[in-house]
């Protein structure tokens, strides 16, 4: 009976000791680099801890006693990913599936990589639509080509109006911030309703247009003298420009903008000059043709937003994109919103401005619609013929003496 006991003890013991062995080999093949594996030698008939092959290779031969493993690189349009001890090489997906982009190319060590195109993700084999947050739901994670769009309620003080896999829920309109009454309480699918004392909307308020500040543009000078807007009012003909306007005017804009302001100002108090009706119709006619290229597109907060992020230097905000959305209509909103990027960035030229963003809006994912209005808005702008005409006749209007102070500052 204590024999039996004792052999039962002994294979116990060396039961422990093979798990031991093995837990410390495992460990060893863990640890080491490269990797190994065992290769039976016929040469030696020995086991042989062979080095294994790296990714963008495969096994050519097995290592012996004299000789280390040999490795050969993939052939084109072949690859391993791993280290391993295969003796050959995976051969790569030739192309994408429908409605997939190439992410990554396929090379020696890795196969083709495919995404879903803009606006899908993958959903077992198949590349779906991202999912589009119904009214009085957000955007809370967009959607990338891996996961699906995820809505979320809009919570008190927040709405969504419009169907989008992209807008995010957006704060009630502050009425009282604005200057207006709040006449219906904003909810989750619709914003707060406001009135001024009136009972009237509030006005688009559009300082200087585009053609206003093509028209204009020349009448600055490239080095603005401290008493230019003097020499400017002196000069122009008709109604003169008060100095209260004018201080008012040099107190709230920049060096550029004084002189589109003083000029506007100028234009408005001599509407019944007939030089100055000839003004008024050209301008006209300018806007008439920017509103045919542009005041059919109708964007939503998100684009718009999008739209003036690929412009250069300081951002219009959210908070002015919205205060456009509410108080202008759709064909007047990008105008507005050009016209706010402007007075935001002191002297910069609006169309200078437009031909940068045309330039990143592929980024932004602006439908093509957009981007073809706003290059045929620049095109025309450029060649309006009218505004050397303009320049000659408005420079032999103001005199001598303006285009000699315009002169002597360049």
Known sequence: MQKETGCRKCVLLIFRKKQFLDISVKWTFQETFPPKYLHYDSETSRQLMCDKCPPGTYLKQHCTARRKTLCAPCPDHHYT?????SDECLYCNPVCKELQDVKQECNRTHNLVC????????EVEFCLKHRACPPGYGVAQAGTPERNTVCKRCPDGFF?????????????????ALGLLLIQKGNAVHDN??????????KCGIDVTLCE?????????????PNWLSVLVDNLPGTKVNA???????RRHSSQEQTFQLLKLWKHQNRDQNMVKKIIQDIDLCENSVQRHIGHVNLTFQQLSNLMESFPGKKVGTDDIERTTKTCTSSEQILKLLSLWRTKNGDQDTLKGLMHGLKHMKAYHLPKTVTQSL????????????????????LEMIGNQVQSVKISCL
């Open 160 to 176: 969504s109006n419009e169907t989008s896999s992209k807008a995010a829920c957006r704060k009630h309109t502050n009425c009282s």
């Open 193 to 202: 309703m406001c009135s001024g004392d009136s009972g009237s909307s509030p």
């Open 115 to 122: 995404e879903c195109q803009e606006g899908r993700y993958l």
């Open 375 to 394: 290059r045929k808005t620049i095109r025309f702008l450029h060649s309006f013929t009218m505004y050397r005409l303009y320049q000659k006749l408005f």
């Open 81 to 85: 990913d791993t280290w391993h001890t």
């Open 244 to 250: 209260e306007s004018v201080e008012r005017i040099k």
């Open 213 to 225: 500040e093509a028209f204009f543009r020349f009448a600055v000078p490239t080095k603005v003298t």
